[in-house]
């Protein structure tokens, strides 16, 4: 089927019903107040990739300031020097000092810089660009829906977001600067601190969860309602799986911290105490003038009632996109598909009774941390289910090493440390010594940066030739990958090894106050020149991670208008739905209504009389399975 380029369509059938402005739109109606899930899927994508940059960004910055303290960042620091000339920040003692001096990151932009990139990169990038990114362009796609269910819902989600995102960043250039207390905004650190950044920050997260709530609706009544005659639960591509149950950890577990956001914004500008217990000292030797009365433990359970489902937030779209990836690229079915729906089913449930392993020392019972324990442990087996699955899916395949098989290939390994490397932070025993570790920076990033981004990268690579009917370069995407692989290791792994020596996080000189080169007298506890050594090991690592991504971008950008044309709809010889439309899919999606005959992964299949290995999921063809069933009934 060659490439087709269509006009706006007016579906037939019960679709009709959805026909959301296929009437002449002027350019704003079109592509900036949208209400065409691909143009608003697009519009996250672009948002979330921008403030994935910036968020590497800050990484690099702080990374410079932990190998070279002494040594102004080089480029970055006098442009920033400059920026934030008239900038002030606070010291650990209440006084005000410049965010950049001599080229050179203070301790408090370092704690700026840290508390802003977390945020980034968990609520600003890749969040909005797994779940709403993705999700807002291939889920109708996938279930043969001509939009989401409620379209101008759907452009307020993305407006909110973009609100969010512009109150984040113009914290930044505000005086003292953006927000300091981390990027989990700890009280009562968060609601004395007197700059401005803190309540920006809280603004803009308050934003960023209505945004989310928004859009997890959306999505769980566009997957329940707009399904495609014949598209019953269990022939639902797998990614659609993910986004479903990642709707509902959003939908239920982001209300508590809108609500904690709120409170805690009143804390800072109404002088209430919801957080602020009595006696608290802000600076001097005198408290504040509080009320009191309130807990700021109830923050830290507010916030990691959310922290946690937060995670499978950010790993479940991935885990989904990398099962399309695989199975498409072996040539088989999923090994086990039911049972991986039934894994990511229990894993969203189990999600939210696990958060107080991240609160062990705060002087919970030993009751109460046994039972956080046992759940922690309990829901590693979903997760180890959902791996087993996908490593079972590659036996005997016939695997092709395309660039997006060849990063879904690399989360498996890069998830599996990642999670195998948790269950130490399980334990409460373990866990008293490798908390605010190195070792908790290094479990975290295995499954969030060569873990979810890399099913992120494989994502674009994958659905790059529906959006645009090119193919990105297969020789830079390849060098692209190689270059990641290696890079995201050197990064993280030496993390471990600093963990375990002991190396706290959150140090902005890299640990050198506790370095046994500044403390000889110290005969044990102290960091020696080896794990010290591994700063700059790296730092380099991150800045050549950084040199890497070059080559993405500019392969991304040069193949939108120069890339390989793609001579099919399906290039991939795909089965699920969006590759049976027009490439790139117009407004309304389909030229008719589809229909589903058979599950979403009918690859290898003998009863193929088409001369091709797979069965298309509205192909009226009998299936090998069918055939089966029908002779045995």
């Known amino acids: 089927m060659e490439t087709t380029t269509q006009p ?62 002494d040594t102004p960042v080089p480029v970055l620091g006098p442009i920033l020097e400059k920026v934030y000339a008239h900038e002030i920040a606070l010291d650990g003692e209440g006084n005000t000092v410049p965010i950049f001096k001599d080229g050179k990151i203070t301790a408090s932009g370092y704690n700026q810089f840290g508390a802003m990139h977390g945020t980034i990169m968990v609520f600003l990038a890749i969040v909005p660009l797994g779940f709403a990114a993705f999700g807002n362009y291939i889920v109708p796609l996938q279930i043969g829906a001509p939009d989401m269910c409620f379209p101008r819902v759907n452009m307020a989600s993305f407006w909110a977001f973009f609100a969010g995102c512009t109150v984040m960043t113009v914290s930044f250039f505000i005086p003292g600067g953006a927000a300091q207390a981390g990027w989990t905004s700890y009280s009562p650190l968060a609601s004395v601190i007197p700059t401005d950044g803190q309540s920006y920050w809280l603004v803009g997260m308050v934003l960023l969860i209505t945004s989310s709530l928004l859009g997890a609706v959306n ?19 797998f990614f659609v799986w993910a986004q479903f149950v990642t709707a509902f950890l959003l939908l239920l577990a982001f209300p508590p911290l809108e609500a904690a956001g709120v409170m ?25 003038n509080v009320s009191g009365g309130g807990s700021p433990l109830l923050w830290q359970h507010l916030f990691w009632f959310l922290g946690h489902p937060e995670v499978y937030v950010l790993i479940l779209p991935a885990i989904g996109m990398v099962t ?133 990268f494989a994502g674009i690579y994958y659905w790059f030739p529906k959006m645009t009917g090119r193919r990105m370069s297969e020789y830079w995407g390849k060098a692209h990958f190689w270059g990641s692989l290696i890079f995201m290791n050197i990064i993280f792994m030496p993390m471990f090894i600093q963990g375990f020596a002991g190396m706290s996080r959150r140090m902005s000189d890299g640990g050198a106050t506790y370095s046994m080169i500044n403390n000889p007298d110290v005969t044990s506890g102290a960091l020696t020149d080896s794990v010290m050594n591994m700063n700059s090991m790296i730092t380099m690592g991150a800045f050549g991670m950084g040199l890497i991504q070059v080559v993405f971008i500019v392969n991304f950008f040069w193949s939108i208008r120069n890339g390989e044309k793609i001579n099919s709809d399906n290039p991939w010889k795909a089965t699920t739905l969006e590759w049976q439309t027009p490439t790139p899919p117009p407004h309304g999606n389909f030229l008719t209504e589809p229909k589903v005959y058979h599950g979403p992964y009918e690859y290898s299949n003998p009863d193929v009389d088409n001369g091709e290995d797979f069965l298309t999921q509205n192909d009226p063809h009998k299936s090998a399975s069918e055939e089966q069933k029908r002779a045995e009934g």
């Open 219 to 237: 999505f769980i009544a566009t997957i329940i309602q707009l399904r495609a005659p014949g598209m019953t639960w269990f022939r639902m591509p």
């Open 264 to 288: 805690q914004l009143m804390d800072r500008v109404c002088d209430t105490s919801f957080f602020l217990p009595s006696g608290v000292f802000a600076s001097g030797t005198e408290p504040m």
């Open 8 to 69: 706006e369509v007016e579906n037939k059938g019960p679709h009709d019903d959805h026909n959301h402005g296929h009437a002449e739109q002027s350019f704003f109606t079109k592509y900036i107040f949208s209400t065409d899930h691909k143009v608003i899927g697009i519009q996250y994508g672009v948002g979330s990739l921008f403030f994935l940059l910036v968020g590497f960004i800050l990484i690099m910055g702080m990374r410079w300031q932990m190998a070279k303290p």
């Open 324 to 456: 399309e990836i695989i199975s498409n690229n072996t040539r088989r079915p999923i090994w086990g598909y039911k049972l991986m729906v039934g894994g990511v089913l229990v894993l969203g449930f189990l999600s939210f009774i696990v958060w107080a392993h991240h609160m062990y020392l705060t002087g919970m019972s030993s009751k109460i941390a046994t039972f956080f324990q046992t759940t922690t442990m309990i829901i590693s087996i979903p997760s180890v289910i959902l791996l087993t699955c996908l490593f079972m899916s590659l036996w005997r395949g016939a695997i092709r090493f395309n660039t997006p098989s060849m990063f879904a290939l690399a989360f498996l390994p890069m998830f599996g440390i990642g999670g195998l490397t948790g269950l130490p932070l399980g334990f409460n025993f373990t866990d008293l010594h490798l908390h605010d570790s190195y070792y908790v920076i290094a479990h975290f990033h295995y499954v969030v940066a060569p873990g979810t981004i890399f099913a992120l």
